[in-house]
C-alpha cells in the first residue's frame, strides 16, 4: 500500500462529488415524490412528456444517482468498490440521457439547455468521477 500523503485535491474533488451526487438523489427523490402541485408548475406540453417517460427510466435515474453517491462515499472511505458503483452509475447516465435526448421529445419541449446542455454535463461529470477513481485506485489510494 502507498503510504504517501493523500494530495488535498483527492479530498475536494471527492466533496464536491458527493455533494454533485446528492444533489442527483435529491432530485431522483423529488421526481419520485411529484405532486399534483409540483406538476402544476410545469406546462400542459411539459406535464404530457414526463407522462411519456416509461417506468424503467425511473429505475435507471435510481441507479445512476445512488451508485454515484455510493460511489463517492466509498472515495471518502478510500474503499476500492468505489470504481464499479462509478462504472454502474455512468452506463445508467448514458442510457437515461440517451432515452432522454434522442427518444423523448425532451428537446422539444424543455429547451436544448435542459434536455441536450445539462444531460451532457452529468455524463461528463459521470465520467470524470470513474477517471478519478480509477486514478486513485491506481495509485493505491483506494484499497
Known sequence: ????????????VAVLGL?????GVFAFIS??????????????????ALA?????????YGIATIAGLLGCIGVLMRKSWAVPLFL??????????AHSIFITRAVEVFGAGV???FPVVIIILSFV?????????????LT
Not at 31 to 46: I, N, R
Open 129 to 141: 468521477l470513474l477517471i478519478f477513481a480509477r486514478i486513485a485506485r491506481g495509485r493505491n489510494w
Open 88 to 97: 454502474a452509475s455512468l452506463i445508467a447516465v448514458i442510457v437515461q440521457q
Open 1 to 12: 500500500m502507498n503510504t504517501s500523503k493523500i494530495p488535498t485535491w483527492f479530498w475536494i
Open 115 to 117: 434536455a441536450i446542455v
Open 31 to 48: 421526481d419520485l415524490t411529484m405532486t399534483p402541485e409540483k406538476l402544476a408548475l410545469y406546462t400542459p406540453e411539459q406535464q404530457a
Open 52 to 60: 411519456d417517460y416509461p417506468a424503467w427510466t425511473k429505475i435507471i
Open 19 to 23: 455533494l454533485w451526487n446528492a444533489m
